[in-house]
């Protein structure tokens, strides 16, 4: 869509019972969760030889939303890391999708943290109003939001219907859709993540006009 993902070596899930995926291209890695109704739920996690459980994951049971796995160095340490992307909310114009990053330690795999884009966007913004609409003030961008009518003032906007995690050029990033009212877009605020202080921070915002 606004990022060029990259492709996991991944096979589709069946979910007809317990259905795992195959493993990563060159990584021993294995993502498996068994269909609970509209959910996929009880999913375990194989790096190796280890397998780790998590009961309280879901992901909608949709054939055209498949979970997506990676092994990619996100961290930057030399180390590849694992990365699970899961839809939570799909249709009628609302998409969620949530990310877990795991690092290898000693101890096995770690997950980390990864700051709320939302949160990111909610310490980074600033909106004033002009006599010819609302400028917007996210990060170093700035964007005029025209009134619709004369005398209208203090513009609502929201991005909480489009919530999009995504990996693009080994950088994990996540798209927020910028909405006036339901159904009327702005734009699309794009977050990039740096690994900082043993977890994932938004450090720079781009805002895409539509």
């Known amino acids: 869509m606004f990022l060029s993902l990259l492709l996991s070596m991944m096979t589709a899930f069946s979910f007809n019972g ?21 959910w996929v739920r009880h999913f375990m996690l194989r790096v190796g030889k280890e397998t780790y459980a998590f009961p309280e994951w879901e992901h909608v049971n949709d054939p055209k939303a498949i979970p997506q796995l990676y092994s990619i160095d996100v961290t930057e340490d030399g180390k590849e890391d694992v990365v699970v992307f899961l839809v939570k909310a799909r249709g009628n114009g609302t998409y969620k999708n949530e990310v877990h990053v795991f690092t290898h330690s000693q101890s096995g795999m770690e997950e980390v943290i990864v700051e709320d884009p939302r949160t990111v966007v909610l310490k980074s913004m600033k909106m004033k109003e002009t006599d010819e ?24 906007v929201t991005f909480d219907r489009f919530v999009k995690y995504a990996i693009d050029k080994q950088k994990l990033k996540a798209v927020l859709l910028l909405e006036r009212k339901k159904g009327e877009y702005i734009g699309s605020l794009i977050v990039t993540y740096e690994y900082k ?3 994932f921070q938004g450090t720079h915002i781009d805002f895409i006009r539509h």
């Open 197 to 199: 202080d043993g977890l």
């Open 133 to 156: 609409g609302t400028e917007l003030v996210i990060d170093h961008v700035h964007a005029l939001i025209p009134y619709n009518r004369q005398g209208e003032r203090g513009i609502k």
């Open 18 to 38: 317990h259905a795992c995926t195959k493993k990563l291209d060159e990584a021993n890695v294995q993502l498996c969760g068994k269909e609970d109704g509209d």
